[in-house]
C-alpha cells in the first residue's frame, strides 16, 4: 500500500473541507419588505371626516367602511402620545391608538388601512379624531383603540411611500374655524420663519414636564405658534436663532382661543433655521418699482435679501399720516411705496433710509401698494435733510397715470378748494384745476385739521394715494404745500 506524502495529504484535507463547508451552508434570504393587504379603501379621509358634523358629538361607524392613508406623524420624539397622524389625498386624519413605541410598527411613509367599523369619529379643541366610543366617569367620550385590538383595526401596507408636503405662504390662509378644512392635520412648510425669542427651549424642562408655546413669525410680523409636550425627547433643547424653513403638522387648539393657530413638530431636523434673522444679513438693493411690480392682485411675500432704499416724503410731526407709517420715494421721477412698520418710527421728512423687506408682505390696504409689519430694525438712516423735487402736473396727468405714480411727491397749480368739513382741512376737500378733480384727504388727528383752507391757491405739493376707488393727495404740512 502506497502512502501519500504529507503535504499532498494536508492539501487534500483542505480542499475536501472547502467543498463540504459550502455543500452544508444554507442560503438565507433577507425578509420580503412589507407590501400593502388585499384591501381596498371604500371611503377617503375627507368622506370619513365628514360624518362629524357637530362639535363634540361622538359618531359611532356602524357600516363596513376602510380608509387607507400614509403615515406622516408618529411617537418617535415623544411629542406626540398614542397616536399616530395618516393622510391621503383629501386631507389627514389623528387616529388614536393606546400603545407606546407606534413608531416601530407605523413608520413615517408606512401605508395603513383602517377597518373603521365600530369605531368612532369625534373631536378635541376643533381636530377631529378617529378612536373607539367608551364610558369615562360614566360619560361617553371618545379613547383610543385598545392595544389588544390595533392589529385588528390598523394594518401595515408597504413602506417608504412619498409624504406629501403642503407649502403655505401666509398665515392667514390657514383656517381655523373649520373642522373639515383638509389642511388640518397635515404636514405643511412655512418659509422665512423666525422664533421671537431665542433665549427659550421648545417646552417645560422642569419636573411638571407641561406642554408649552413658543412663537415664531415672519419678517413681515405674522406669528403663530409651536406647541410641544414636555416629554418629548427636545423638549429641554434651546430653539435655533436663525432664520429659514420648517414643516409641521397644522392643528387648532380650543377654539374660543384668539391664538388657536398651532404647530406640532415631529422633531427637530423639521426645523430648518440656519439662515440670517430678518433686518441682518447681506441684502440686495432693488428698485422699489421693481418691488412694485411683485404684487398682482393678491398678497405676495417679497423674495428674501432685498432691500430699498429712498427719502422719506411723508410727515409723522404733523400726524396727517400713520405713526408706523411712511411713504418712501426713491428718487426725482422715480417709484414710491408706503412703508409700514410694527411700531412707530422715528423717522423724519426727507430722511434717506435703507429698509431691508426680505420676506414681508406685499400688499394693498385700501387699494394702496404697501410693505407691510416691518420691524423697525430692519431700517437704517443712511443721511438726514434730503428732499424730492415734486413732479409737476395736471390733475388730468396724474388721473391717468395714478397707478404708476402712486406714493410720489406730486405738485398741482391753480387750483380752487371746496367741500371738506366747514371749510376746514379735516376730511375730503376737492381740488378742482385743469382736467378734472382730486381729494385732499386730511386726518382729523392732524395738527391742521382745525385750520382753514383758502379758496384758490397757486399750488399744492403732496404726495399721492388711494382709499378703495378714491384717488386722494395728502399735504404735509399747508405752511409749505400749500403757497396762495
Not at 164 to 189: A, F, H, S, Y
Not at 355 to 382: K, Y
Not at 456 to 476: A, E, N
Request: glycine fraction near 10%.
Amino acid at each position: 500500500m502506497k502512502h501519500l506524502k504529507p503535504g499532498l495529504f494536508y492539501f487534500l484535507l483542505l480542499i475536501s473541507g472547502i467543498g463540504l463547508f459550502f455543500s452544508c451552508k444554507k442560503t438565507f434570504d433577507e425578509p420580503a419588505l412589507p407590501k400593502d393587504p388585499d384591501l381596498k379603501a371604500t371611503h377617503t379621509i375627507a368622506q370619513l371626516k365628514a360624518i362629524h358634523v357637530e362639535p363634540g358629538v361622538l359618531d359611532s361607524i356602524q357600516e363596513d367602511m376602510i380608509v387607507s392613508g400614509v403615515v406622516i406623524a408618529n411617537d418617535k420624539s415623544g411629542n406626540l402620545y398614542k397616536q399616530i397622524y395618516i393622510q391621503d389625498e383629501t386631507g389627514a386624519l389623528q387616529l388614536m391608538l393606546d400603545a407606546s413605541g407606534l413608531y416601530n410598527s407605523f413608520p413615517v411613509g408606512r401605508k395603513v388601512f383602517v377597518k373603521c367599523k365600530g369605531m368612532c369619529v369625534s373631536d378635541y379643541g376643533g381636530m377631529i379624531q378617529l378612536g373607539v366610543k367608551a364610558l369615562t366617569g360614566g360619560t361617553p367620550s371618545i379613547q383610543a383603540v385598545a392595544s389588544n385590538l390595533i392589529s385588528e383595526k390598523v394594518i401595515g401596507g408597504s413602506l417608504n411611500n412619498p409624504v406629501k408636503i403642503t407649502e403655505v405662504n401666509e398665515i392667514r390662509d390657514l383656517v381655523d374655524n373649520d373642522m373639515q378644512d383638509p389642511l388640518l392635520g397635515n404636514l405643511i412648510q412655512l418659509k422665512d420663519f423666525q422664533f421671537e425669542d431665542t433665549t427659550k427651549t421648545y417646552s417645560d424642562t422642569s419636573a411638571y414636564k407641561q406642554t408649552e408655546n413658543v412663537l415664531i413669525k415672519n419678517c413681515g410680523g405674522a406669528k403663530i405658534n409651536i406647541r410641544t409636550s414636555g416629554y418629548s425627547n427636545f423638549s429641554g433643547v434651546r430653539v435655533p436663532s436663525g432664520n429659514g424653513n420648517l414643516v409641521a403638522i397644522y392643528t387648532v387648539y380650543m377654539p374660543t382661543r384668539s391664538d388657536k393657530k398651532q404647530l406640532i413638530l415631529r422633531d427637530t431636523s423639521d426645523v430648518q433655521f440656519k439662515g440670517f434673522r430678518c433686518g441682518s444679513g447681506p441684502t440686495t438693493t432693488k428698485d422699489i418699482a421693481e418691488v412694485r411690480q411683485l404684487f398682482s392682485g393678491a398678497p405676495v411675500t417679497v423674495t428674501a435679501g432685498t432691500s430699498i432704499t429712498g427719502i422719506v416724503i411723508s410727515d409723522k410731526s404733523t400726524a396727517n399720516i400713520n405713526a408706523q407709517n411712511l411713504v418712501l420715494q426713491q428718487g426725482n421721477d422715480k417709484a414710491g411705496i408706503v412703508v409700514r412698520f410694527t411700531a412707530a418710527h422715528n423717522f423724519d421728512l426727507g430722511d434717506s433710509i435703507r429698509v431691508n423687506v426680505s420676506g414681508v408682505s406685499l400688499s394693498e390696504f385700501n387699494s394702496t401698494l404697501q410693505v407691510s409689519n416691518i420691524p423697525l430694525e430692519n431700517a437704517t438712516l443712511i443721511v438726514k435733510g434730503k428732499s424730492i423735487t415734486p413732479r409737476v402736473a395736471t390733475i388730468q396727468e396724474i388721473n391717468t397715470n395714478f397707478e404708476t405714480w402712486e406714493s410720489t411727491l406730486v405738485k398741482i397749480a391753480d387750483l380752487q378748494l371746496s367741500g371738506g368739513s366747514a371749510g376746514k382741512y379735516s376730511g375730503s376737500v376737492t381740488l378742482t384745476g385743469t382736467g378734472g378733480t382730486l381729494v385732499m384727504f386730511t386726518a382729523t388727528a392732524a395738527t391742521f385739521s382745525s385750520q382753514s383752507y383758502p379758496a384758490s391757491v397757486k399750488s399744492i405739493t403732496g404726495y399721492l394715494s388711494q382709499f378703495k376707488t378714491t384717488k386722494q393727495i395728502g399735504i404735509r404740512n399747508p405752511a409749505t404745500d400749500v403757497v396762495q
